[in-house]
């Protein structure tokens, strides 16, 4: 069965080092006027919109006059859907992406609230390894030669398009996955929460499994509470169909 489950402790430890040493070199390399960053905008109003709908989907109690952020800093990893939504957050934010140092501009990640670098995995992210140069140098007082600083403005366009087959990658692995979940429950109905209406129909939200997809969007409305039911599972194609149950 698959399921969202808490991260370990040492998961925890890992994470929280490498949160630290990111925003310690950040702060560093913006000191020195040279870097690479990561960058973030705060999330859109839809955005925020859609979420208090995949909150309510999840029965997650989120006040009305209550920022996402505030609300975010009272969930729980170890509870499977509050590990939801944090998941829905994640997919419904603006994307982060990265920026060179410019003279004049403090690049700032929302998510973080803070200057923010990737240099903690070099062995999967190419840019984390000319940051990791950079900072070796500042921290031994050398100067970042100008060749590295050249680099620095070339990556930004190589670790987008690097992003946008990881994002392809993680589309297809989280829609695999919920194929398998479902495989075996044709026929049956699911409590849903519509958070979102376009060209496509109405973006859904289920209450259990934790799994969002699209159904017809005639006569929905963004947090109406609808049942479905199940289609048709296509793992190897990794393909859920659902359709609206009109009660």
Known sequence: MLA?????????????LSLAANLAIADALLAHRTGLFRVMPEPDERAVYRLRHSAKALGLSWPK???????????????????AFMAAVRRAGPRA?????????????????????????????????????????VANGQAVPEELGAIFQRLPAVMARAEEKAGQIDRTTLNLAEAVVLEGREGSRFNAVVTDLD?????????DPAVITRVDGKDAIPGDTILVELVSVDVAHRQVTFQRVHK
């Open 4 to 16: 969202f489950r808490p991260q370990q402790e040492a998961e925890l430890q890992n994470a929280s």
């Open 65 to 83: 006059d209550m920022p996402l952020k505030q609300f975010e800093k009272g969930l729980d990893q170890a509870n499977p859907r509050h590990a």
């Open 97 to 137: 992406s990265y920026a060179a140092y410019q003279a004049g501009m403090v690049p700032w990640h929302s998510a973080m609230a803070a200057t923010y670098a990737h240099a903690t995995a070099p062995l999967r992210r190419l840019a984390d390894r000319y940051v990791i140069e950079a900072a070796f140098l």
């Open 199 to 207: 060209e496509r129909g109405a973006r859904i939200q289920l209450s």
